[in-house]
T-cell receptor, first 115, second 114 residues
Framework: EAQVTQNPRYLITVTGKKLTVTCSQN?????MSWYRQDPGLGLRQIYY???????DKGDVPEGYKVSRKEKRNFPLILESPSPNQTSLYFC??????????????FGPGSRLTVL | AQSVTQLDSHVSVSEGTPVLLRCNYS??????LFWYVQHPNKGLQLLLK??????LVKGINGFEAEFKKSETSFHLTKPSAHMSDAAEYFC????????????FGSGTRLQVQP
């Protein structure tokens, strides 16, 4: 089944404790992206990747890192989480970066709480 | 630059009555427009997308949207609401150039009353 998977789905952590949220897609998509969803703000892009080893900042990159060593995986790293990073995180992928009409497929979301 | 405004944060309808969720956009380029739906505690599912072909776009579950360039609108409609339509709906614009970020509206929560 074609899908985007994320882990963990739920996490409660404390300020300053490094964590990684994994994202994997099995559709051989070039483009991957991370979003965060906060009430009343819709989804905002954190980072994106056009292909392996090519990543760039989105609208709200502060406090986050990403890497794209393999086409299928795009982990989101919080080096020193803070309470303002409490949010619902979505990973998404689409076939081709160069086509704006491509559908982005979303993972199920990861709900992160930072105390 | 691009932006999306969903004109209603909450819409309540009775089962069997029409649904109208309103969306206005602005974009410097010819946009691609999408509607996504998010059911409670679920991920985002694509309902339909406009990609500069037909201005009336049909999606899944009986939803439609009409692209009106003169009004910069992309309203979502359904002739007859079903209880299972209760969810949050996001209007989304994708730029024709640049980093392909999707710009999301703030969402419209649809309630369907029995």
């Amino acid at each position: 089944e074609a899908q985007v998977t994320q882990n963990p789905r739920y996490l409660i952590t404390v300020t300053g404790k490094k964590l990684t949220v994994t994202c994997s897609q099995n559709m051989n998509h070039e483009y991957m992206s991370w979003y965060r969803q906060d009430p009343g703000l819709g989804l905002r892009q954190i980072y994106y990747s056009m292909n392996v080893e090519v990543t760039d900042k989105g609208d709200v990159p502060e406090g986050y890192k990403v890497s794209r060593k393999e086409k299928r995986n795009f982990p989101l790293i919080l080096e020193s989480p803070s309470p303002n990073q409490t949010s619902l995180y979505f990973c998404a992928s689409s076939l081709c970066f160069s086509t704006s009409t491509d559908t982005q497929y979303f993972g199920p979301g990861s709900r992160l709480t930072v105390l | 630059a691009q932006s999306v405004t969903q004109l209603d944060s909450h819409v309540s309808v009775s089962e069997g009555t029409p649904v109208l969720l309103r969306c206005n956009y602005s974009s410097s380029y010819s946009p691609s427009l999408f509607w996504y739906v998010q059911h409670p505690n679920k991920g985002l599912q694509l309902l339909l997308k406009y990609t500069s072909a037909a201005t009336l776009v049909k999606g899944i579950n009986g939803f439609e949207a009409e692209f009106k360039k003169s009004e910069t609108s992309f309203h979502l409609t359904k002739p007859s609401a079903h209880m299972s339509d209760a969810a949050e709906y996001f209007c989304v614009v994708s730029a024709a150039t640049g980093r392909r970020a999707l710009t999301f509206g703030s969402g419209t929560r649809l309630q369907v009353q029995p």
